[in-house]
C-alpha cells in the first residue's frame, strides 16, 4: 500500500511568494492532520479535517495560512505571503477512524514531509 | 489542557546497552499514550501505544512502554540497544473522548548509539 504522499519534498522560496503543499492520504482514511516541525518549538498541530471538513484550525498560525480538503484524496496547504519564520518541516498524516469500533484508537500515519526554506 | 515532557532531548547508550527514554504526561482524562520514531528526512512512525488494559506495551523492533498511572508516566524501554536505533522518539497524549484526533508531541528526544 502506498502510505501518506506529500510534494514536493523540498521547497526553496523567496519571502513575499505564495507556496502550496500538498498531501495526498492513505486510501479510505477519513482523518487528514497538518503538523509543522521546527527546532524552536517541535511538532504542532496546525489543523485537521473529518471527512473532507475542517474540524479544528486553532493551531494555524495566522491568516497568511490556509488549508482545504476538496476531496477524500488530496490536500493543500497554502502560505501566502510566506516569510522566513515558515521554514520548517511541514507533515501530513492521516487515519481510519469512524469505521472503528467506539472505544478504538486510530493511529496517524504520517507522510515524508515537505521541508520549506523561506529566504 | 494536555501535555508531555521528555526528559532529555538527547540520550546516548552503547550499542547493546539498555535504551531509557522517558516521558510524563500531563491529562485532565485517563490519556492515549503514544511513542513515534522519526529517521532522519522520514517521518513519524508509530512504534506503540497505550490505550486501556495491560499496562505494558509492546511494540516494533522490540520496544516496549509501561504505563504508570501514579507517575503519570509512559518510559520507552529497549533492552540492548542496537546501531539501527539511532533516530529521533517523540511521545505524544491524545485525548480520550475524542479517540485519538488531537495528540500533543513532547519535544523529542535524539538517541544516539555508540559502537
Known amino acids: 500500500d502506498a502510505g501518506v504522499i506529500q510534494s514536493p519534498r523540498h521547497e526553496v522560496t523567496e519571502m513575499g511568494q505564495e507556496v502550496t503543499l500538498r498531501c495526498k492520504p492513505i486510501?479510505?482514511?477519513?482523518?487528514l492532520f497538518w503538523y509543522r516541525q521546527t527546532m524552536m518549538r517541535g511538532l504542532e498541530l496546525l489543523i485537521y479535517?473529518?471527512?473532507?471538513?475542517?474540524?479544528?484550525d486553532s493551531g494555524m498560525p495566522e491568516d497568511r495560512f490556509s488549508a482545504k480538503m476538496p476531496n477524500a484524496s488530496f490536500s493543500t496547504l497554502k502560505i501566502q505571503p510566506s516569510e522566513p519564520r515558515d521554514s520548517a518541516v511541514y507533515f501530513c498524516a492521516s487515519s481510519l477512524r469512524d469505521r472503528l469500533p467506539k472505544k478504538a484508537v486510530d493511529t496517524q500515519y504520517f507522510g515524508p514531509g515537505t521541508r520549506l526554506t523561506v529566504l | 489542557a494536555q501535555s508531555v515532557t521528555q526528559l532529555g532531548s538527547h540520550v546516548s547508550v552503547s550499542e547493546g546497552a539498555l535504551v531509557l527514554l522517558r516521558c510524563n504526561y500531563s491529562?485532565?482524562?485517563?490519556?492515549?499514550l503514544f511513542w513515534y520514531v522519526q529517521y532522519p528526512n522520514q517521518g513519524l512512525q508509530l512504534l506503540l501505544k497505550?490505550?486501556?488494559?495491560?499496562?505494558l506495551v509492546k511494540g516494533i523492533n522490540g520496544f516496549e512502554a509501561e504505563f504508570k498511572k501514579s507517575e503519570t508516566s509512559f518510559h520507552l524501554t529497549k533492552p540492548s540497544a542496537h546501531m539501527s536505533d539511532a533516530a529521533e522518539y517523540f511521545c505524544a497524549v491524545g485525548k480520550r473522548n475524542f479517540g485519538n484526533e488531537k495528540l500533543t508531541f513532547g519535544t523529542g528526544t535524539r538517541l544516539t548509539i555508540i559502537p
Open positions: 491529562s485532565s482524562v485517563p490519556p492515549y
Open positions: 497505550y490505550t486501556t488494559g495491560a499496562t
Open positions: 479535517f473529518n471527512n473532507n471538513v475542517p474540524i479544528d
Open positions: 486510501s479510505g482514511h477519513d482523518y
